[in-house]
């Protein structure tokens, strides 16, 4: 078929100038929350040693929360997990670690509050692969950049950026760096 001048041509067009729901753009989806967090200050400094280790492939690892962050969880503890892929390009939790870390998650009553891994030479930011395997929506994906351009200017710590991925659409979540137990 033909398309028309101002006939959107696809299939669930209903006609010159009736275009369907497939047709329309997509509205952004509200954000799912929360607006920020706090991470302490310790699984932070540990999280970062774990991906400055595990250099120059990606690392990565849990965090166990009370909650999950949307509805006001805490993170408080962090799991050192092993990168099964061994790359720089991407993570895969090893499967017996992440067994181990989630028996220890669930006996002690607590979520996966957090799925860390690290950027070697990009931005703490999603990849397009980072979103298409993103399965936990109740999680946040916390990314560490390695890279020398994403460090604070005024510190030089390294970039540490906290998100959702929900139905595959990307919401950044402000980290804040608490102080006290962690």
Known sequence: MRPTPGFAASPRSRGPG?????????QPAPHPGPARVALPGAIRDALVAHARAEHPNE????????????????????????????????YEVDPDDLLRASLAIDDADEVTWGIVHSHVRSPARPSPTDVGLAFYPDALYVLVSLADDQADPATGAESVRAWRIVDGEVFEVALETATGPG
Do not use: K, Q
């Not at 009736?18 to 997509?26: C, F, K, M, N």
């Not at 990565?60 to 099964?84: E, M, Q, V």
């Open 18 to 26: 009736i275009i369907g729901v497939a047709d329309r753009p997509r």
């Open 59 to 90: 690392a990565c690892g849990l965090i166990a929360g009370t909650a999950p962050p949307a509805d006001g969880g805490t993170a408080t503890r962090w799991f050192a997990t092993r990168n099964r892929a061994a790359s720089p390009l991407r």
